[in-house]
């Protein structure tokens, strides 16, 4: 930015919203990059006047006002020497860049301030608001490893003791895995499990068509864990993923969130954040609890869906971080996983991790599980527990070997 002919400092044009800074080299009244008289332009003489000491949040908001290009331009001589590069784009600067530009800029500014409030408020890996997008698209080195957590920031779900047990636990063999996987014979037509992987599906390409699987073992107690892997370019307009029971339909004609549109079936939709239950009847609420209206949950390619029967409640992790409940009243009925999908093509697959019966757990065990959160999972992996200096046995205790 610089001063115009009344010695006033100018920043970004209010008036075509195509300059980012007045400049006036040339000695004229107008601007030589918009050619807007520089009333027309942002007056910055007070803002020079505000203290040092100005927040972050105003600084962020001053400057998302302008293009993010204004605020690397303190001087006239920098400004100048970028004024040949944006002119080059398109007569009078308004070629398809700046066309670019000023679309970020403005979604950028209005959700400037649910970018810092998420930021702070959201550990999520996959988190939130406008412009924050995934690090890991495959949510993690592995579910287990990110899953348990030491503490709790502001804002997040604490982790069930039960869960976090039950994530400590080595996986289940691959068997055990094949007899919760995907049902073949309860299916959309349009679906078909794969002969060489079990624990996957694949949709074939049909047009206007919502297609449904369930799984093959119905849970009426225990806790239940289960890693979904769903990748995000393949999911569409209508990815959702839930329990139903039986009477649940599996195929619709049209693109719409099949699970969780009726009474029989409870779903999370990937896209649009919200958690379903007869949608008919009542309006879908917002999921993960803490979004606002302009923020945008971005759920990765791996997760895990929690069942808990004996509670009768449904939840999610992702990225190690508990969610909290989606759903609620689901004791005394018998629900199966279940997937809903639009996309041509799609793969997903679900890998059961473990279960817990609804009984009392040995002492042995909840001993263990002290044990393990003192030393930390980082240093069980690195093999510390030698450390001890305890007996095989013991060692082999801690280290789930009794389990392998």
């Known amino acids: 930015m610089s001063r115009d002919i009344h010695d006033l400092l100018r920043g970004c ?3 075509c919203n195509e300059c980012p800074a007045f400049i006036c080299l040339s000695g004229r009244v107008l601007c030589d990059y918009c ?11 007070e803002e020079e006047a505000e203290p040092t000491n100005k927040s972050a949040l105003s600084r962020l908001k001053t400057r998302t006002t302008c293009l993010s290009s204004s605020s690397s331009q303190p001087s006239v001589s920098s400004a100048a020497a970028s004024a ?19 679309k ?33 698209r495959d949510g993690g080195s592995g579910p287990r490893s ?100 039986q009477e649940a339909p599996l195929h619709s004609v049209g693109y719409q969130s099949l699970i969780g549109n009726n009474e029989h079936s409870w779903g999370w939709d990937l896209g649009r954040n919200k958690v379903y239950h007869d949608s008919k009847n009542q309006s879908g609420e917002t999921y993960p609890r803490q979004l606002t209206q302009d923020e945008t949950f971005v759920v990765p390619d791996k997760f895990l869906i929690v069942l808990d029967m004996d509670e009768g409640t ?14 609620r009243g689901l004791r005394g009925k018998k629900v199966y996983p279940i997937v809903s999908a639009v996309w041509g093509h799609c ?50 205790y801690l280290e789930y070997k009794d389990r392998r």
Request: net charge positive.
């Open 13 to 15: 044009c209010l008036a």
């Open 35 to 45: 050619g807007c008289p520089p009333a027309r332009h942002k007056r910055e003489e």
């Open 84 to 102: 040949p590069l944006r002119r080059s784009v398109g007569a009078g600067g308004r070629g398809r860049r700046d066309r670019r530009e000023r």
């Open 104 to 136: 970020g800029a403005g979604g950028q500014e209005k959700g400037v301030e649910g970018t810092l409030q998420s930021a702070r408020r959201h550990a999520m890996g996959g988190n939130v608001s406008r412009g924050i997008r995934h690090s890991h």
């Open 146 to 245: 990110q899953a348990v957590k030491g503490g709790v920031a502001p804002g997040e779900n604490k982790m069930p003791p039960r869960l976090e047990l039950l994530l400590d636990m080595p996986t289940v063999h691959r068997d055990t895995q094949n007899k919760h996987a995907w049902n073949s014979e309860d299916r959309s037509l349009n679906i078909f499990v794969k002969d060489d992987d079990k624990l996957t599906f694949h949709r074939h390409p049909v047009a206007q068509s919502t297609d449904c699987i369930r799984a093959k073992v119905g849970y009426e107690r225990g806790l239940h864990v289960f890693e979904l892997s769903w990748s995000t370019r393949q999911r569409g307009t209508h990815a959702v993923v839930g329990v139903a029971t």
């Open 314 to 327: 449904l939840s999610f992790v992702v990225e190690g971080q508990f969610l909290g409940v989606a759903h």
């Open 347 to 396: 793969e997903i697959t679900m890998k059961y991790l473990g279960g817990l019966d609804p009984e009392p757990l040995p002492l042995m065990d909840l001993c263990r599980r002290v044990i393990r959160q003192q030393v930390g999972r980082p240093n069980i992996d690195q093999g510390r527990l030698d450390d001890l200096n305890l007996p095989k046995a013991i060692r082999d």
